[in-house]
Protein backbone atom coordinates (compact mmCIF):
# COMPACT_ATOMS: atom_id res chain seq x y z
CA UNK A 1 0.00 0.00 0.00
CA UNK A 2 2.90 2.08 0.88
CA UNK A 3 5.42 1.13 -1.75
CA UNK A 4 4.78 4.57 -4.15
CA UNK A 5 5.39 6.78 -1.37
CA UNK A 6 8.21 9.12 -1.59
CA UNK A 7 9.17 8.56 1.90
CA UNK A 8 10.25 5.94 4.66
CA UNK A 9 6.73 5.06 5.98
CA UNK A 10 5.95 3.23 9.37
CA UNK A 11 3.08 2.25 10.72
CA UNK A 12 2.39 1.59 14.81
CA UNK A 13 -0.64 0.19 15.65
CA UNK A 14 -2.18 1.09 19.32
CA UNK A 15 -0.22 -0.90 21.51
CA UNK A 16 3.19 0.18 19.59
CA UNK A 17 3.88 -2.76 17.34
CA UNK A 18 5.11 -1.82 13.94
CA UNK A 19 2.19 -3.48 11.67
CA UNK A 20 3.42 -2.35 8.00
CA UNK A 21 6.81 -0.54 6.58
CA UNK A 22 7.24 0.45 3.16
CA UNK A 23 10.95 -0.79 1.06
CA UNK A 24 12.62 2.74 1.77
CA UNK A 25 11.73 2.29 5.70
CA UNK A 26 13.05 -1.32 5.47
CA UNK A 27 15.93 -0.62 3.17
CA UNK A 28 16.50 2.15 6.50
CA UNK A 29 16.07 0.33 9.68
CA UNK A 30 16.74 -3.29 8.79
CA UNK A 31 20.04 -5.37 8.37
CA UNK A 32 20.80 -7.27 4.39
CA UNK A 33 18.41 -10.54 5.11
CA UNK A 34 16.06 -9.35 8.00
CA UNK A 35 12.47 -9.26 6.34
CA UNK A 36 10.07 -7.00 8.59
CA UNK A 37 11.28 -4.42 11.26
CA UNK A 38 9.90 -4.79 14.73
CA UNK A 39 9.60 -2.23 17.62
CA UNK A 40 12.73 -2.77 18.75
CA UNK A 41 14.33 -2.05 14.96
CA UNK A 42 12.58 1.59 15.91
CA UNK A 43 15.73 4.62 16.49
CA UNK A 44 15.09 5.06 19.90
CA UNK A 45 13.37 8.79 19.16
CA UNK A 46 10.86 7.69 17.23
CA UNK A 47 9.72 4.75 19.50
CA UNK A 48 9.43 7.88 22.28
CA UNK A 49 7.92 9.98 19.96
CA UNK A 50 4.78 7.38 19.44
CA UNK A 51 4.61 7.00 23.15
CA UNK A 52 4.09 10.60 23.92
CA UNK A 53 1.36 10.40 21.11
CA UNK A 54 -0.18 7.82 22.66
CA UNK A 55 -0.44 9.88 25.88
CA UNK A 56 -1.84 12.84 24.12
CA UNK A 57 -4.00 11.07 22.09
CA UNK A 58 -4.39 11.24 18.57
CA UNK A 59 -3.02 14.63 16.65
CA UNK A 60 -5.65 16.71 15.26
CA UNK A 61 -2.74 18.54 13.07
CA UNK A 62 -0.19 16.35 10.98
CA UNK A 63 2.12 18.69 12.34
CA UNK A 64 1.50 18.29 15.76
CA UNK A 65 3.73 15.20 17.55
CA UNK A 66 6.26 15.71 14.85
CA UNK A 67 9.80 14.73 15.95
CA UNK A 68 13.38 14.28 14.74
CA UNK A 69 16.31 12.37 14.98
CA UNK A 70 19.26 10.23 13.63
CA UNK A 71 19.13 7.30 11.61
CA UNK A 72 22.15 5.12 10.12
CA UNK A 73 24.43 8.55 10.20
CA UNK A 74 20.88 10.34 8.25
CA UNK A 75 18.60 12.65 10.32
CA UNK A 76 14.60 12.85 9.63
CA UNK A 77 11.60 14.68 10.63
CA UNK A 78 9.04 12.23 11.60
CA UNK A 79 5.27 13.08 10.55
CA UNK A 80 2.55 11.43 12.27
CA UNK A 81 -0.45 10.58 10.47
CA UNK A 82 -3.64 8.59 12.11
CA UNK A 83 -5.72 6.32 10.35
CA UNK A 84 -9.18 5.45 10.55
CA UNK A 85 -8.34 2.10 12.30
CA UNK A 86 -6.33 4.04 15.49
CA UNK A 87 -3.18 3.60 13.99
CA UNK A 88 -0.57 5.84 13.24
CA UNK A 89 1.51 6.18 9.39
CA UNK A 90 4.86 7.96 10.39
CA UNK A 91 6.53 9.43 7.40
CA UNK A 92 10.26 9.67 8.00
CA UNK A 93 11.55 12.83 5.75
CA UNK A 94 15.04 13.38 5.48
CA UNK A 95 16.86 16.49 6.35
CA UNK A 96 20.26 15.40 6.50
CA UNK A 97 21.44 17.67 3.82
CA UNK A 98 19.90 21.24 4.83
CA UNK A 99 21.03 19.96 8.65
CA UNK A 100 24.89 19.78 7.01
CA UNK A 101 23.64 22.95 5.28
CA UNK A 102 22.87 24.59 8.25
CA UNK A 103 25.63 23.51 10.47
CA UNK A 104 28.04 24.99 7.72
CA UNK A 105 26.31 28.38 7.92
CA UNK A 106 26.36 27.97 11.43
CA UNK A 107 30.10 27.38 11.58
CA UNK A 108 30.80 30.04 8.68
CA UNK A 109 29.14 32.92 10.96
CA UNK A 110 31.14 32.35 13.63
CA UNK A 111 34.54 32.26 11.65
CA UNK A 112 33.10 35.58 10.37
CA UNK A 113 32.07 36.58 13.99
CA UNK A 114 35.69 35.60 15.21
CA UNK A 115 37.48 37.13 12.53
CA UNK A 116 35.89 40.43 13.02
CA UNK A 117 36.43 39.90 16.25
CA UNK A 118 40.17 39.59 15.60
CA UNK A 119 40.36 42.88 13.37
CA UNK A 120 38.62 44.64 15.87
CA UNK A 121 41.08 43.86 18.66
CA UNK A 122 43.96 44.12 16.45
CA UNK A 123 43.58 47.51 14.94
CA UNK A 124 42.64 49.11 17.97
CA UNK A 125 46.38 49.38 18.99
CA UNK A 126 49.02 49.91 16.80
CA UNK A 127 51.71 48.62 19.73
CA UNK A 128 53.63 45.98 18.46
CA UNK A 129 53.80 43.91 21.70
CA UNK A 130 50.08 44.58 22.08
CA UNK A 131 49.05 42.84 18.66
CA UNK A 132 51.36 40.09 19.08
CA UNK A 133 49.85 38.94 22.69
CA UNK A 134 46.57 39.48 20.98
CA UNK A 135 47.12 37.32 18.41
CA UNK A 136 48.50 34.94 20.72
CA UNK A 137 45.55 34.79 22.86
CA UNK A 138 43.07 34.82 20.45
CA UNK A 139 44.61 31.80 19.11
CA UNK A 140 45.08 29.64 21.65
CA UNK A 141 41.40 30.58 22.66
CA UNK A 142 40.01 30.22 19.76
CA UNK A 143 42.05 27.82 17.33
CA UNK A 144 43.67 25.43 19.39
CA UNK A 145 45.27 24.37 22.75
CA UNK A 146 48.23 26.44 22.46
CA UNK A 147 49.81 28.98 20.23
CA UNK A 148 53.48 30.24 19.86
CA UNK A 149 53.79 33.39 17.28
CA UNK A 150 57.98 33.25 16.13
CA UNK A 151 58.87 37.06 15.34
CA UNK A 152 61.42 37.88 12.40
CA UNK A 153 65.02 37.23 13.64
CA UNK A 154 67.24 39.91 15.24
CA UNK A 155 70.46 38.14 14.70
CA UNK A 156 70.07 35.08 15.84
CA UNK A 157 67.79 35.31 18.23
CA UNK A 158 63.87 35.61 18.07
CA UNK A 159 60.98 36.88 19.97
CA UNK A 160 58.64 34.35 20.79
CA UNK A 161 55.22 34.72 22.53
CA UNK A 162 53.22 31.70 24.43
CA UNK A 163 49.90 31.29 25.30
CA UNK A 164 47.69 28.28 26.35
CA UNK A 165 43.66 28.76 26.75
CA UNK A 166 42.57 31.29 28.73
CA UNK A 167 46.21 31.10 30.62
CA UNK A 168 48.48 34.41 30.85
CA UNK A 169 51.17 34.96 27.45
CA UNK A 170 54.90 34.64 28.31
CA UNK A 171 57.23 35.45 26.19
CA UNK A 172 60.99 34.81 25.53
CA UNK A 173 63.61 35.50 22.94
CA UNK A 174 65.83 32.38 21.84
CA UNK A 175 67.99 31.51 19.46
CA UNK A 176 66.11 29.54 17.40
CA UNK A 177 67.02 26.82 14.54
CA UNK A 178 64.10 27.09 12.19
CA UNK A 179 64.98 24.08 10.62
CA UNK A 180 63.82 21.68 13.79
CA UNK A 181 60.29 22.97 12.64
CA UNK A 182 59.27 21.42 9.33
CA UNK A 183 57.77 24.61 7.45
CA UNK A 184 59.42 27.08 9.92
CA UNK A 185 62.28 28.31 8.01
CA UNK A 186 59.87 28.73 5.14
CA UNK A 187 57.27 30.06 6.32
CA UNK A 188 59.75 33.01 8.47
CA UNK A 189 60.37 33.56 4.35
CA UNK A 190 56.31 34.20 3.77
CA UNK A 191 55.94 30.68 1.51
CA UNK A 192 53.12 28.70 1.81
CA UNK A 193 52.30 26.51 5.25
CA UNK A 194 53.35 22.90 4.65
CA UNK A 195 50.28 20.74 5.35
CA UNK A 196 49.74 19.76 8.92
CA UNK A 197 49.76 16.19 8.32
CA UNK A 198 53.70 16.50 7.65
CA UNK A 199 54.28 17.85 10.90
CA UNK A 200 55.35 15.62 13.39
CA UNK A 201 54.64 16.75 16.68
CA UNK A 202 56.61 14.45 18.86
CA UNK A 203 59.60 15.82 17.07
CA UNK A 204 58.71 19.66 18.23
CA UNK A 205 61.56 21.35 20.08
CA UNK A 206 61.46 22.16 23.42
CA UNK A 207 61.47 26.33 22.27
CA UNK A 208 58.38 25.44 20.08
CA UNK A 209 56.12 24.38 23.28
CA UNK A 210 54.80 26.85 25.67
CA UNK A 211 56.07 26.50 29.47
CA UNK A 212 53.63 24.44 31.24
CA UNK A 213 52.24 22.72 28.73
CA UNK A 214 52.50 19.09 29.52
CA UNK A 215 49.32 17.53 27.07
CA UNK A 216 51.02 14.90 24.84
CA UNK A 217 50.43 17.29 21.24
CA UNK A 218 48.53 15.40 18.92
CA UNK A 219 48.44 17.72 15.78
CA UNK A 220 50.13 20.93 14.62
CA UNK A 221 49.96 24.08 12.01
CA UNK A 222 53.03 26.14 11.11
CA UNK A 223 51.40 29.40 9.22
CA UNK A 224 53.07 32.31 7.90
CA UNK A 225 52.49 35.61 9.49
CA UNK A 226 52.06 37.49 5.95
CA UNK A 227 52.82 41.19 6.51
CA UNK A 228 53.40 44.32 3.76
CA UNK A 229 56.18 43.34 1.67
CA UNK A 230 57.26 40.55 4.20
CA UNK A 231 56.38 38.41 6.45
CA UNK A 232 55.47 39.43 10.28
CA UNK A 233 56.65 36.43 11.87
CA UNK A 234 55.25 32.68 11.74
CA UNK A 235 52.08 31.09 14.18
CA UNK A 236 52.42 27.64 15.17
CA UNK A 237 49.05 26.37 16.68
CA UNK A 238 49.37 23.36 19.12
CA UNK A 239 46.53 20.82 19.57
CA UNK A 240 46.70 18.19 22.48
CA UNK A 241 45.91 14.55 21.51
CA UNK A 242 42.77 14.40 23.20
CA UNK A 243 40.76 16.87 20.74
CA UNK A 244 41.09 15.81 17.21
CA UNK A 245 43.51 16.91 14.76
CA UNK A 246 43.10 20.31 12.56
CA UNK A 247 41.21 19.26 9.48
CA UNK A 248 41.55 20.80 6.01
CA UNK A 249 38.71 23.97 7.42
CA UNK A 250 40.61 24.40 9.80
CA UNK A 251 44.03 25.06 8.80
CA UNK A 252 42.29 26.93 5.63
CA UNK A 253 40.54 29.38 8.77
CA UNK A 254 43.74 29.31 10.49
CA UNK A 255 45.59 31.19 7.36
CA UNK A 256 42.95 33.80 6.91
CA UNK A 257 43.00 34.40 10.60
CA UNK A 258 46.90 34.87 10.43
CA UNK A 259 46.54 36.97 7.04
CA UNK A 260 44.09 39.11 9.69
CA UNK A 261 47.11 38.93 12.40
CA UNK A 262 49.96 39.09 10.18
CA UNK A 263 48.44 42.93 8.26
CA UNK A 264 48.14 44.10 11.70
CA UNK A 265 51.32 42.90 13.33
CA UNK A 266 52.86 44.48 9.65
CA UNK A 267 51.44 47.90 10.47
CA UNK A 268 52.44 47.90 14.21
CA UNK A 269 55.90 47.69 13.43
CA UNK A 270 55.44 49.83 10.70
CA UNK A 271 54.25 52.53 12.50
CA UNK A 272 56.79 51.99 15.57
CA UNK A 273 59.82 52.75 12.84
CA UNK A 274 57.92 55.20 11.42
CA UNK A 275 57.53 56.73 14.77
CA UNK A 276 60.70 56.16 15.71
CA UNK A 277 62.25 57.86 12.58
CA UNK A 278 59.91 60.83 13.41
CA UNK A 279 60.82 61.38 17.16
CA UNK A 280 64.78 61.65 16.00
CA UNK A 281 64.03 63.86 13.27
CA UNK A 282 62.25 65.88 15.71
CA UNK A 283 64.62 66.22 18.35
CA UNK A 284 67.05 67.87 15.60
CA UNK A 285 63.98 70.14 14.94
CA UNK A 286 62.45 71.05 18.24
CA UNK A 287 63.86 74.43 20.07
CA UNK A 288 66.68 73.91 22.68
CA UNK A 289 66.01 74.15 26.20
CA UNK A 290 68.09 77.65 27.77
CA UNK A 291 69.56 78.13 30.76
CA UNK A 292 72.52 80.38 32.11
CA UNK A 293 75.64 80.44 30.05
CA UNK A 294 78.63 82.27 31.25
CA UNK A 295 76.15 84.46 33.79
CA UNK A 296 74.18 85.55 31.20
CA UNK A 297 70.43 84.45 31.39
CA UNK A 298 68.74 83.05 28.26
CA UNK A 299 65.36 82.00 28.20
CA UNK A 300 63.37 81.27 24.98
CA UNK A 301 59.49 80.07 24.58
CA UNK A 302 57.96 78.37 21.14
CA UNK A 303 54.52 78.18 20.10
CA UNK A 304 54.03 76.41 16.49
CA UNK A 305 51.12 77.68 14.49
CA UNK A 306 48.78 74.36 14.79
CA UNK A 307 47.85 73.42 18.54
CA UNK A 308 48.73 69.73 17.15
CA UNK A 309 52.21 70.68 15.70
CA UNK A 310 55.54 71.02 17.65
CA UNK A 311 57.76 72.35 15.12
CA UNK A 312 57.17 75.38 12.70
CA UNK A 313 58.84 77.74 10.69
CA UNK A 314 60.32 79.92 13.55
CA UNK A 315 63.19 78.79 15.36
CA UNK A 316 66.14 80.01 17.77
CA UNK A 317 69.58 78.68 19.51
CA UNK A 318 72.23 79.61 21.75
CA UNK A 319 75.90 78.38 21.16
CA UNK A 320 78.07 79.32 24.09
CA UNK A 321 81.41 80.26 23.66
CA UNK A 322 83.98 77.77 25.19
CA UNK A 323 85.30 80.27 27.81
CA UNK A 324 83.53 83.03 29.39
CA UNK A 325 86.09 85.79 27.58
CA UNK A 326 84.70 84.25 24.10
CA UNK A 327 81.14 85.19 22.28
CA UNK A 328 77.95 83.36 22.65
CA UNK A 329 76.14 83.60 19.39
CA UNK A 330 72.48 83.70 19.51
CA UNK A 331 70.02 83.36 16.75
CA UNK A 332 66.22 83.77 16.54
CA UNK A 333 64.84 83.22 12.90
CA UNK A 334 61.83 82.67 11.00
CA UNK A 335 61.47 80.81 7.48
CA UNK A 336 58.57 81.64 5.14
CA UNK A 337 55.85 79.11 5.49
CA UNK A 338 54.34 77.04 8.14
CA UNK A 339 54.48 73.65 9.17
CA UNK A 340 56.90 70.70 8.42
CA UNK A 341 58.11 71.95 5.25
CA UNK A 342 59.21 75.17 6.76
CA UNK A 343 60.64 72.96 9.89
CA UNK A 344 62.82 71.03 7.73
CA UNK A 345 64.35 74.49 6.32
CA UNK A 346 65.15 75.69 9.49
CA UNK A 347 66.83 72.28 10.51
CA UNK A 348 69.21 72.86 7.24
CA UNK A 349 69.55 76.48 8.53
CA UNK A 350 70.58 75.65 12.13
CA UNK A 351 72.82 73.39 10.60
CA UNK A 352 73.91 75.80 8.26
CA UNK A 353 74.87 78.34 11.15
CA UNK A 354 75.94 75.46 13.36
CA UNK A 355 78.89 74.85 10.54
CA UNK A 356 79.85 78.34 10.34
CA UNK A 357 80.56 78.81 14.06
CA UNK A 358 83.82 79.44 13.84
CA UNK A 359 83.31 82.68 11.67
CA UNK A 360 80.34 83.91 14.09
CA UNK A 361 82.47 86.91 14.98
CA UNK A 362 81.79 88.56 11.70
CA UNK A 363 77.53 88.38 11.00
CA UNK A 364 78.15 90.11 7.79
CA UNK A 365 80.29 86.81 6.74
CA UNK A 366 77.84 84.45 8.23
CA UNK A 367 75.22 85.89 6.67
CA UNK A 368 76.59 85.93 3.09
CA UNK A 369 77.18 82.61 3.24
CA UNK A 370 74.02 81.58 4.58
CA UNK A 371 72.37 83.32 1.99
CA UNK A 372 74.63 81.35 -0.89
CA UNK A 373 73.43 78.42 0.96
CA UNK A 374 69.99 79.19 0.50
CA UNK A 375 70.65 80.16 -3.20
CA UNK A 376 71.99 77.15 -4.47
CA UNK A 377 69.70 75.13 -2.44
CA UNK A 378 66.20 73.23 -3.62
CA UNK A 379 64.30 75.32 -1.53
CA UNK A 380 61.90 78.23 -2.85
CA UNK A 381 61.62 80.22 0.74
CA UNK A 382 63.57 82.88 2.34
CA UNK A 383 64.19 83.72 5.82
CA UNK A 384 64.62 86.17 8.12
CA UNK A 385 66.98 86.04 11.26
CA UNK A 386 68.73 88.00 14.07
CA UNK A 387 72.06 87.16 14.54
CA UNK A 388 73.84 88.70 18.35
CA UNK A 389 77.03 88.41 19.82
CA UNK A 390 77.08 88.32 23.63
CA UNK A 391 79.81 88.69 26.24
CA UNK A 392 80.11 89.72 29.42
CA UNK A 393 81.97 92.25 30.16
CA UNK A 394 82.29 92.80 34.80
CA UNK A 395 79.01 94.07 35.25
CA UNK A 396 77.94 94.74 32.02
CA UNK A 397 76.92 92.45 28.90
CA UNK A 398 77.75 93.63 25.38
CA UNK A 399 75.62 92.95 22.79
CA UNK A 400 76.45 92.86 18.97
CA UNK A 401 72.88 92.82 16.99
CA UNK A 402 72.56 91.92 13.22
CA UNK A 403 69.15 91.58 11.34
CA UNK A 404 68.43 90.40 8.15
CA UNK A 405 65.00 91.60 7.85
CA UNK A 406 63.93 90.72 10.81
CA UNK A 407 61.70 92.76 13.34
CA UNK A 408 63.98 95.30 15.20
CA UNK A 409 65.04 93.65 18.94
CA UNK A 410 63.82 95.43 21.63
CA UNK A 411 65.53 96.77 24.86
CA UNK A 412 64.14 96.85 28.26
CA UNK A 413 66.05 99.25 30.46
CA UNK A 414 66.04 98.78 33.95
CA UNK A 415 63.71 101.83 34.73
CA UNK A 416 61.23 101.00 32.68
CA UNK A 417 61.83 101.96 29.35
CA UNK A 418 61.86 99.97 25.94
CA UNK A 419 64.15 100.94 23.15
CA UNK A 420 64.30 99.12 19.30
CA UNK A 421 67.84 98.37 18.52
CA UNK A 422 68.36 100.45 15.30
CA UNK A 423 70.07 97.31 13.49
CA UNK A 424 68.27 96.28 9.41
CA UNK A 425 69.36 93.98 6.79
CA UNK A 426 67.93 92.42 4.09
CA UNK A 427 66.31 88.66 4.34
CA UNK A 428 68.58 85.86 3.00
CA UNK A 429 67.31 83.27 0.49
CA UNK A 430 66.10 85.73 -2.18
CA UNK A 431 68.56 87.99 -3.34
CA UNK A 432 72.29 87.66 -4.40
CA UNK A 433 73.37 90.39 -2.10
CA UNK A 434 72.70 91.08 1.08
CA UNK A 435 72.91 94.28 3.68
CA UNK A 436 73.46 94.73 7.06
CA UNK A 437 73.91 97.03 9.36
CA UNK A 438 75.17 95.78 12.93
CA UNK A 439 74.63 97.71 16.28
CA UNK A 440 76.02 97.62 20.03
CA UNK A 441 74.47 97.17 22.91
CA UNK A 442 74.83 97.51 27.06
CA UNK A 443 73.04 95.68 29.21
CA UNK A 444 72.79 97.11 32.70
CA UNK A 445 72.11 94.36 35.16
CA UNK A 446 68.74 93.87 35.53
CA UNK A 447 68.17 94.58 31.29
CA UNK A 448 66.94 92.24 28.99
CA UNK A 449 67.44 92.09 25.01
CA UNK A 450 64.19 90.61 23.81
CA UNK A 451 64.09 88.80 20.28
CA UNK A 452 61.01 87.81 18.75
CA UNK A 453 58.93 86.42 15.27
CA UNK A 454 55.97 88.56 14.00
CA UNK A 455 53.88 85.78 15.01
CA UNK A 456 53.77 88.14 18.43
CA UNK A 457 53.15 91.64 17.02
CA UNK A 458 50.59 90.31 14.35
CA UNK A 459 48.62 87.97 16.74
CA UNK A 460 45.03 89.14 15.54
CA UNK A 461 42.47 88.99 18.06
CA UNK A 462 41.20 91.25 20.27
CA UNK A 463 37.78 92.29 21.92
CA UNK A 464 36.26 92.24 17.69
CA UNK A 465 38.91 89.39 16.73
CA UNK A 466 40.37 91.51 13.99
CA UNK A 467 43.27 93.57 15.55
CA UNK A 468 46.79 93.10 15.37
CA UNK A 469 48.96 92.61 19.06
CA UNK A 470 50.78 95.07 17.17
CA UNK A 471 54.76 96.63 18.38
CA UNK A 472 52.91 99.32 20.65
CA UNK A 473 51.49 96.45 23.05
CA UNK A 474 54.54 95.03 22.92
CA UNK A 475 56.16 97.52 24.15
CA UNK A 476 53.70 98.16 27.10
CA UNK A 477 53.60 94.72 28.12
CA UNK A 478 57.55 94.77 28.16
CA UNK A 479 57.70 98.12 30.35
CA UNK A 480 56.33 96.07 33.16
CA UNK A 481 58.72 93.56 32.91
CA UNK A 482 62.03 95.64 33.52
CA UNK A 483 64.43 93.20 36.57
CA UNK A 484 62.19 90.79 35.50
CA UNK A 485 64.28 87.22 34.43
CA UNK A 486 64.73 86.29 31.53
CA UNK A 487 62.16 83.32 31.80
CA UNK A 488 59.28 85.41 32.95
CA UNK A 489 59.51 88.02 29.83
CA UNK A 490 59.04 85.46 27.25
CA UNK A 491 56.59 83.91 29.70
CA UNK A 492 54.17 86.97 30.14
CA UNK A 493 54.48 88.30 26.12
CA UNK A 494 53.73 84.39 25.17
CA UNK A 495 50.75 84.70 27.47
CA UNK A 496 49.65 88.00 26.33
CA UNK A 497 49.81 87.49 22.33
CA UNK A 498 47.73 83.57 23.56
CA UNK A 499 45.02 86.32 25.20
CA UNK A 500 45.14 88.27 22.85
CA UNK A 501 44.55 85.67 20.01
CA UNK A 502 41.95 83.71 21.77
CA UNK A 503 41.07 80.91 19.87
CA UNK A 504 41.61 82.08 16.58
CA UNK A 505 44.27 81.11 13.90
CA UNK A 506 48.17 82.29 14.44
CA UNK A 507 51.49 82.36 12.82
CA UNK A 508 54.35 80.44 14.54
CA UNK A 509 55.53 82.90 17.37
CA UNK A 510 58.68 82.49 18.92
CA UNK A 511 60.82 84.84 21.56
CA UNK A 512 64.21 84.60 23.19
CA UNK A 513 65.50 86.65 26.13
CA UNK A 514 68.72 87.44 27.04
CA UNK A 515 68.87 89.00 30.19
CA UNK A 516 71.70 90.13 32.44
CA UNK A 517 71.25 89.50 35.91
CA UNK A 518 70.47 91.19 39.14
CA UNK A 519 72.81 88.62 40.81
CA UNK A 520 75.52 88.55 39.12
CA UNK A 521 78.19 85.80 38.44
CA UNK A 522 77.89 82.33 38.42
CA UNK A 523 79.43 79.33 37.99
CA UNK A 524 78.40 78.09 34.05
CA UNK A 525 76.12 76.36 33.16
CA UNK A 526 74.74 73.78 30.34
CA UNK A 527 72.86 74.80 27.43
CA UNK A 528 70.27 72.11 26.03
CA UNK A 529 73.23 69.61 25.32
CA UNK A 530 75.84 72.65 24.18
CA UNK A 531 77.69 71.84 27.23
CA UNK A 532 80.48 74.40 28.59
CA UNK A 533 83.51 73.15 28.28
CA UNK A 534 85.15 75.34 30.39
CA UNK A 535 86.22 73.94 34.54
CA UNK A 536 83.49 74.80 37.03
CA UNK A 537 84.68 77.88 39.41
CA UNK A 538 87.57 78.69 36.82
CA UNK A 539 85.64 81.87 35.63
CA UNK A 540 85.82 85.11 37.90
Not at 45 to 56: C, G, I, M, V, Y
Not at 133 to 157: K, S
Request: aromatic letters at 4%; charged letters at 25%.
Amino acid sequence: MWGGAPYPVIVIDRAGDVVETNDAARSLLLDRGAEEPTTGDLPRWLAEAHDRLKSAGTPSRASAGAAAGAVAGRTFEAHPSPTEGGDVVWWLVENTGLRLAEEALHSERERAALLAEVSGELLSSLNVDRCTEVTARMAAGHLADAAVIVAPAQGRRHALTYAQGEGDVTRAVLPVDARTVPGLAEALQGFPPVPTRWIDPEGLPEWAVPPGFDRTIGSVIVTPLPGHGMPAGVLILLRSSTHRAFTEGEELFARLFAARAGAALSAARLYAEQSSITATLLRELLPPRLERVHDVDYAGAYRASQDHERVGGDFYDVHPGAHATDETFVVLGDVAGKGLEAAVLTGKIRSVLHALLPLSGDHRQVLGLLNGALLNSHHTRFATLVLTSVRRCSEQVRLRLTSAGHLPPLIIREDGRVEEVATSGTLVGALPRIRTHSVDVTLAPGETCLLYTDGITEARGGPLGDQLFGEARLREALGECARMPAEAVVERVQMLAAQWLGSDRHDDMATLAITNPVGGHDPARVVDGYQDPRPRGRES
